[in-house]
């Protein structure tokens, strides 16, 4: 069964970067036919879509923070990473990562909470 | 960037109830619409996917149909556990944008 788990620091300055690891088990992240991807949720609010990788490096991001991300994969660790910089409060969210499959995003990990504060 | 809409925002309903909720995409989107379901402190899970086909272990009384721009989820027979949130999303063109969610409630 594949599963997603996030890791990282739960807490961030503000003007800092925040930095999330995904690792990937029980199937492997060099599969051609899925790209992965991280989703983020603000506390009581909606989803918000931040990007997704290929395991051969082509990336799509969120125009609205493009500016400020980037995700990379290590597949020898069968990880995948989001950085995003310049944090503010309005990024306090969520941070899932999951994966793509079909169009859609059918496995996704448990999530982990970020809180941007000083 | 594809706006997608949501209807309602919110909704009551009791167990054994049968429920609509509507997704409206600004721009055709084919058939590439997922709905998902989310429980408090959970990840969202995939319900449908293309607009009409079940996830592995979906129960079948959720349905979704719809294309161009109008969609809509369906649950033919509300159970306790289906009190949640659901989301629409397209996977239409990037960014892939979410509804803003409907929340379903126990009257």
């Known amino acids: 069964q594949l599963q997603l788990q996030e890791s990282g620091p739960g807490l961030v300055k503000p003007s800092e970067t925040l930095s999330l690891t995904c690792t990937v088990s029980?199937?492997?992240?060099?599969?051609?036919?899925?790209?992965w991807g991280w989703i983020r949720q603000p506390p009581g609010k909606g989803l918000e879509w931040i990007g997704s990788?290929?395991?051969?490096?082509?990336?799509f991001y969120n125009p609205s923070l493009k500016s400020r991300v980037t995700i990379s994969v290590d597949t020898s660790k069968n990880q995948f990473s989001l950085t995003l910089s310049s944090v503010t409060a309005a990024d306090t969210s969520v941070y899932y990562c999951a994966r793509r499959g079909d169009a859609t995003y059918d496995y996704w990990g448990q999530g982990t909470l970020v809180t941007v504060s000083s | 960037d594809i706006q997608m809409t949501q209807s309602p925002s919110s909704l009551s309903a009791s167990v054994g109830d049968r429920v609509t909720i509507t997704c409206r995409a600004s721009?055709?989107?084919?058939?590439?619409l997922n709905w998902y379901q989310q429980k408090p402190g959970k990840a969202p899970k995939l319900l449908i996917y293309a607009a009409s086909s079940f996830h592995s272990g979906v129960p079948s009384r959720f349905s979704g149909s719809g294309s161009g721009t109008d969609f809509t989820l369906t649950i033919s027979t509300l159970q306790p556990e289906d009190f949640a949130t659901y989301y629409c999303?397209?996977?239409?063109?990037?960014?892939?944008?979410f509804g803003q969610g409907t929340k379903l409630e126990i009257k």
């Open positions: 999303q397209q996977s239409y063109s990037s960014p892939y944008t």
């Open positions: 029980g199937g492997s992240i060099s599969s051609s036919n899925y790209y």
């Open positions: 721009q055709s989107i084919s058939n590439y």
């Open positions: 990788i290929h395991y051969s490096g082509s990336t």
